[in-house]
């Protein structure tokens, strides 16, 4: 069954940083894209940034400058680099991949979120 587990969240002052990582088990064959969604409370799931198997990256105009998504292929990790934070970035922060298992057909696979909370 796989499974991603997220870490890397917490509470950070305005201006500070954080890294966000996810990491994929569990019968993979091959991953292709892999990313991060946030929700805020009292909003929609959003795109943050994705990231192809070949390290092509897409993100929110919002994140473009200030996070950076990169990727280990070989750990089958994600990871989310997140400078000059602000409160409007607070959300839980799921990572998500879009997987070929060996044994079952190709599906997207969601962590359990990570909480970041950006405040004074």
């Known amino acids: 069954q796989v499974q991603l587990v997220e870490s890397g969240g917490g509470l950070v002052q305005p201006g500070g940083s954080l890294r966000l990582s996810c990491t994929a088990s569990?019968?993979?064959?091959?991953?292709?894209?892999m990313g991060w969604y946030r929700q805020a409370p009292g909003k929609q799931r959003e795109l943050v940034a994705t990231?192809?198997?070949?390290?092509?990256?897409n993100y929110r105009d919002s994140v473009k400058g200030r996070f950076t998504v990169s990727r280990d292929n070989a750990k089958n990790t994600v990871y989310l680099q997140m400078n000059s934070l602000q409160p409007e970035d607070t959300a839980v922060y799921y990572c998500?991949?879009?997987?070929?298992?060996?044994?079952?057909?190709?599906?997207?696979?969601w962590g359990q979120g990570t909480q970041v909370t950006v405040s004074s």
């Open positions: 569990g019968g993979i064959f091959s991953i292709n894209d």
């Open positions: 998500y991949a879009d997987v070929i298992p060996i044994f079952n057909g190709r599906d997207e696979y």
């Open positions: 990231i192809t198997s070949g390290g092509t990256t």
